[in-house]
Structures are given as C-alpha cells and as structure tokens.
C-alpha cells in the first residue's frame, strides 16, 4: 500500500504550500500524537528543526496538533536531526519530530518523525499515521491538553553525546579544520565541538537568517568550503548539509570526498579493527561500483538497498551490520546514532588523521571511482515514465552499456524530479547513454 503524503524522508514540500502548509502540519501533529498516546498515561514528543523561516510556522502548527491529543511538547529548537533521534531516546519520548527539508532551498520544508527507539518511523507506522490524518481526531478533554516547553540544554546534550565517539585520550591539536555549516542547524554544535577537541576552527555557513540555509555552502556546494580550505591553508574541510545529517570532505588540495568515499575508510579502518559487523558495508544502489569492487578485493561486501537512509537503516538493523550510509553523504553508525549524523562522520575521518598522521588527500582517496553522471529532469503533474519514448530509449540505454556499466533511473521521493543515472568504464558511452535518456525524459514532461 502506497504512502499519500509521506516520501522517503517524511512529509516534504514548499512551504505554505499543501501538504506543507500550517493546517496539514496541525493534522499530522494530532495525528502523530493520537497515534502515539494510547493511554492516559503521560506521553511525551520532543521537536527540533533547522533554521528555516517556516520551521518556525510549523513547530508552533505541530505543537498545537500534538498538545490537543494530550501529547506533552518538548521543543529543542534548531538542532541537527540526529540530535533528535537522540534525544527522543534518551528523554524516554514516544515520538520526535525534525522539521527540516535536510539539503533542499529555504522555500522547501519538511517533517520527519522517529520512534521511541530513536529510529525514523516504518513505512507501516506512515502509512497509519495518514490514515488518521485524514479521519476523525478524537481530541483530548480540557484537562488533558499538554503542556508545552522549551529545552534550553538539549543541544548541549548533543554536543556532549558527539565528543564521546571521539577517542577520549586523542585530541586535535595542531589540525586547522574548515567546518561548513550550510547556515542550518549546525551552526553551533559543530564548530563548538571541534574547538573543545582542540581543533582550529575555520567557521563557514554560521550566519542563519531563515532563506541563506544551503544557500551556495553546505554539503550541496562543497566549493564553498574548498575555497575556505586553499585559502586558509587548512588541513581538512567538513561540510554538512542544512540539518546535518550529510556531510563531504574537502582535502587540503582542495578536492571533494563523497560519501562512498568515506564510507571506505571507515569500513576499512573498522575491518582492520575487527569492529566491521559481518564484514559488510550497507549503502543505496547509487553507490559507485568503484566502491563495490574496491571492497570486494578488500575481503568486505556491499549490500545495496532502495534509494533513502530510511532503507540503509533497515537493511542494518535485520542484518546486524554497523555501518552504512549513501553516496549524498548520509553515514550511519550504528553504534554510536540511528541515523545519519555528518559531524560524528566528520569526527572518524579526523580521528584517522590524528592516529595515522596521513593527510587528508591520502586518506580521502580509498578507490577509483568508475565514470558516473547524474541527470535530473523536472516535471509538473504529467509522470514522464509511463511514456513509451521512455521506456524506449532506457531499454536501448541498457543494450549499449551491458556488462561495462549499469543504468538507474528513478523519480525522487522528495521532489519533482526524474533521476538518470549512469556508470561506465567508458566516459565518452556513458555521456551519450545518460544525455539520450534525460533527453526523452524531458520530452515526455
């Protein structure tokens, strides 16, 4: 059964605009809340979210919604999403709410919720949650309303929680660091928590004004932070997106580190360790097969999902792995968060620095990445996959790659977009392959 307002990362969409309006953000909050307090037993919802204009619109909608079911309103204000996933956990809530559309413009938003367990709801929990919201909300009688309050220590707690998956007798003296927040959530913890570790810090992307969040910086335009690295002769660059849940590297010669990159030295250095659960790294199918194969000759599996953290998670927690994460910069740690959190990525490829004294443009270069291109398409209301052109030209696509490459194409679940992406040890191929398709994709819309 399909979702009718939940993507692969929440509710998300351009603010004040159906479904991320103030009105839909009432409903889900007292839809949220009904679906979470089955008892008259006191029931809690701890709510962050980025730095947003609208995300102060819709905290106070969902406050509201969740209030009226009974629900007590714990509100963080901006914190990175994996502080929530945190929080929710250790504040003993039954539901945390992230109000951010994560690597999107300003005029987007959105609502992500985690369980009790601190991890992103199922799709099953989804699925009932619309249902209430499209049905009859039985409200709670005037004595039952909750209370509401603000947490001034919950990012305290966050930064606290993320200088623990840092060796305790290791510092970072002596490492100068360029930290891109992308004018989002970020924008205190991080660069707080690298100076306590010792670091010098070189803040990028800390003055949030409600539209500039990753406004060209932040892990969407990790330039920005390159720049920053050349110009500061720093030894090592971190960019985080506008909740922080991403992050990409910027080596001291300026060159940007994705997250398969990432997710290679730490599988390696885990293995190496023998803390690397199963020898397996869990990562989407748009990871590169540089990525594969490198890991493969390195004794390790890759274990590939659907496209979103949400299914990476998953696929972890059946499978007992420890590691997992997305190419866009999504890192999962299991051992330390439930969801992707860039400044503790940030903080392991620092900690292989320290410990190795290799550079970062050493350390960042784990594999050689095959030839990928990525193209996306935008379309209105008319869905340009269903169109026989389409279809053709994918079909034909995979002819002409076969064996020496692989074809993704894939409509976003959390914009407008069709995705075409493509691999080849053939560059000159690839760019035909994928240029011929998008082309037909745009035709079509």
């Known amino acids: 059964m399909g979702r009718k307002y939940f993507g692969t990362d929440g509710v998300r969409g351009l603010a004040n605009t159906h479904p ?14 009904r ?18 204009r609208s995300s102060y619109m819709i905290e106070s909608a969902l406050t509201a919604g969740f209030a009226s079911t009974g629900m ?21 809530a039954d539901v945390g709410v992230m109000i951010s559309a994560s690597h999107n413009p300003y005029h987007d938003n959105g609502i992500k919720f985690f369980g009790p367990d601190g991890f992103k709801l199922s799709d099953q929990a989804e699925i009932k949650i619309e249902k209430l919201v499209d049905g009859e909300i039985n409200l709670a009688q005037p004595e039952n309303i909750g209370r509401v309050q ?32 992308a004018n989002g ?15 010098e810090v070189i803040p990028v992307g800390v003055s949030p004004n409600g539209f ?12 920005t932070a390159a720049d920053a690295v050349l110009a500061h002769g720093a030894d090592v660059g971190i960019c985080l997106d506008g909740d922080a849940d991403r992050v990409m590297m910027i080596d001291e010669k300026g060159k940007v580190a994705d997250g398969d990159q990432v997710m290679g030295l730490i599988a390696k250095r885990w293995k190496a360790n023998d803390t690397l659960a199963k020898n397996t790294l869990v990562a989407t199918v748009m990871s590169n097969m540089g990525l594969e194969k490198h890991l493969e000759d390195q004794g390790m599996t890759l274990l590939r ?4 953290d949400r299914y990476v998670v998953q696929a972890m927690r059946e499978g007992g792995y420890n590691l997992g994460g997305e190419q866009s910069g999504h890192i999962v740690m299991s051992d330390y968060v439930t969801t992707g959190d860039g400044l503790i990525a940030g903080l392991q490829f620092l ?15 784990v594999f050689e990445p095959y030839p990928q291109l990525l193209q996306n398409v935008r379309y209105k209301d008319k869905d340009p996959m269903d169109a026989s052109s389409v279809k053709a030209a994918i079909a034909a696509g995979e002819e002409a790659l076969k064996a020496n490459g692989r074809l993704l194409i894939r409509k976003s679940g959390t914009e407008p977009l069709v995705r075409v992406m493509g691999e080849c040890e053939d560059a000159g191929l690839l760019k035909q392959v994928v240029g011929d398709i998008a082309a037909a994709v745009e035709a079509a819309a």
């Open 185 to 199: 959530a970020a924008y205190k913890a991080a660069p707080t928590v690298l100076w306590e570790l010792g670091a």
């Open 212 to 223: 500039n969040i990753n406004d060209g910086c932040g892990s969407t335009c990790p330039q």
């Open 351 to 365: 900690n292989a620095m320290m410990k190795s004294g290799k550079p970062a443009s050493e350390l960042a270069n």
């Open 72 to 92: 007590e309103v714990f509100l963080l204000g901006p914190v990175p999403t994996p502080a929530v996933g945190m929080l929710s956990r250790s504040m003993r």
């Open 20 to 33: 991320m309006t103030a009105e839909m953000a009432l409903k889900l909050g007292a839809a949220a809340g």
């Open 150 to 181: 603000r947490i001034d220590d919950g990012l305290g707690r966050y930064m606290e929680f993320a200088k623990t998956a840092f060796p305790r007798k290791r510092v970072l003296d002596g490492l100068k660091v360029v930290i891109d927040c």
């Open 35 to 52: 679906y979470f307090r089955k008892d008259q037993k006191s029931h809690r919802v701890v709510i962050g979210k980025d730095t947003r």
């Open 305 to 308: 999902t659907g496209v979103g």
